[in-house]
């Protein structure tokens, strides 16, 4: 089997999450307004969200399976870890180019509605995508074509490094996207179910964002 449906349904969603920066960037030279490329983020929310229902029954590790109280408590606890260290892994070596960030205020006030939707996104939808793309499809895909037969605790070496490292530098802050890459392919390996990374990445992102609407660090979004 090699890059067949069950890669692609996988790869799709991610791909359209990608796109959107690519448009942004030509509306941006195209002279539309920054304020008007904020809502941007809710298409490309709402077309990964779609996506996703789309292929929901093919997506076969996502199966609703009862976690036991230590996994869930497990996963929390990486979550919360993975955001302390997140806001504070930014010294200039740690950091990769420079994040427009997403501001959410108007004429200085928080559109809320804004915040509302960045939030959902991040912490809803983002987590899912992700980790179907990262763990579940790359580390596995890397070490075994036919991905879905490798039971993830069984993941080689290089599918856990590559994947990692390129999670890593898909951020800004590469070595706290690293760190997070880490932490959530070893709940992943370790929990055998896609649910407890992305239990852990909705409460790092769902924090994050969190924190920055109470202190307006805007970049770190």
């Known amino acids: ?50 996506l996703l229902a789309r292929f929901w029954r093919e997506y076969t590790e996502l199966q609703v399976k009862a976690m036991s109280a230590t996994v869930v408590l497990t996963a929390l606890a990486a979550g919360v870890a993975v955001f302390f260290l997140w806001i504070n892994l930014h010294a200039d070596w740690m950091v990769i180019g420079e994040s427009a960030g997403f501001d959410p205020r108007t004429a200085g006030a928080i559109d809320w509605p804004l915040v509302a939707i960045r939030i959902a996104g991040a912490a809803l939808v983002v987590p899912v995508m992700e980790e179907l793309f990262w763990r579940s499809f790359v580390m596995r895909w890397i070490d075994k074509p036919d991905f879905l037969s490798l039971d993830p605790a069984q993941a080689g070496l290089r599918g856990f490094c590559i994947s990692v490292l390129l999670f890593g530098f898909e951020h800004n802050l590469w070595l706290a996207g690293i760190v997070a890459g880490v932490a959530y392919s070893v709940l992943f390996m370790r929990h055998r179910t896609i649910w407890s ?25």
């Open 1 to 50: 089997m090699g890059f067949e449906r069950a890669s692609w349904v996988r790869v799709l969603p991610f791909a359209a999450y990608l796109a959107f920066f690519l448009v942004g960037d030509v509306l941006a030279r195209l002279g539309v307004d920054a304020a008007s490329l904020r809502w941007l983020y809710a298409l490309k929310v709402a077309l990964v969200a779609g």
């Open 197 to 221: 990374p992305i239990l852990a990445h909705a409460v790092t992102n769902g924090m994050l964002g969190a924190w920055v609407v109470m202190t307006g660090a805007w970049s770190y979004w």
